[in-house]
């Protein structure tokens, strides 16, 4: 891959990670149970994102632990993304009904809005990060698309409290 198009993937996933995320936050304040679904598919993206510039070409991977689990310990952003693996059953719990037939029951309210809050930590600091601009056309590349790693492009990257 070039370095434009590489760039162009981190800021395209964090842009349609905003859009996942503004989709589960309206969708959770109507009680909609698709909520979780698009807060993990944002979540999964913005670790996409900060992966993608470590080799991390994942593949149809879907787990955020496993896409946490991928990123070096030198990288500040798994601070700031392990939280988010709890996130990873949503891709499918509350899609499907289970195999006796009955729907989970998704979080509570305050649930969902602290996931929700803590992906889009994740977010901010990975488009600050990257330097990208989340309301920019689909063409404008990541200012940055090297490796995080402690410097001064990250130095205040701080895990949300549990």
Avoid: W
């Avoid at 981190?10 to 009680?31: S, T």
């Avoid at 693996?85 to 509570?108: D, H, M, N």
């Avoid at 488009?127 to 790693?149: E, Q």
């Amino acid at each position: 891959m070039s370095p434009v198009s590489d760039a162009l993937i981190i800021a395209n996933l964090l842009r349609i990670a905003a859009q996942d995320l503004d989709g589960a936050r309206r969708l959770a304040v109507a009680g909609n149970r698709n909520a979780p679904y698009l807060c993990q598919q944002a979540a999964e993206k913005v670790a996409r994102a900060v992966a993608h510039p470590e080799g991390g070409h994942l593949g149809r991977e879907h787990r955020i632990d496993v896409i946490v689990d991928f990123l070096p310990a030198a990288n500040p952003m798994r601070l700031l993304l392990k939280p988010l693996e709890e996130l990873t059953p949503f891709a499918t719990t509350y899609r499907y009904p289970r195999s006796a037939g009955r729907i989970s029951e998704t979080p509570s309210t305050r649930r969902m809005a602290l996931l929700i809050e803590r992906t889009e930590a994740a977010l901010t600091t990975a488009a600050r990060v990257f330097g990208v601009d989340l309301a920019a056309p689909d063409d404008v590349p990541a200012a940055d698309c090297s490796p995080v790693r402690d410097t001064d492009r990250a130095p205040a990257i701080i895990c949300p409290k549990p």
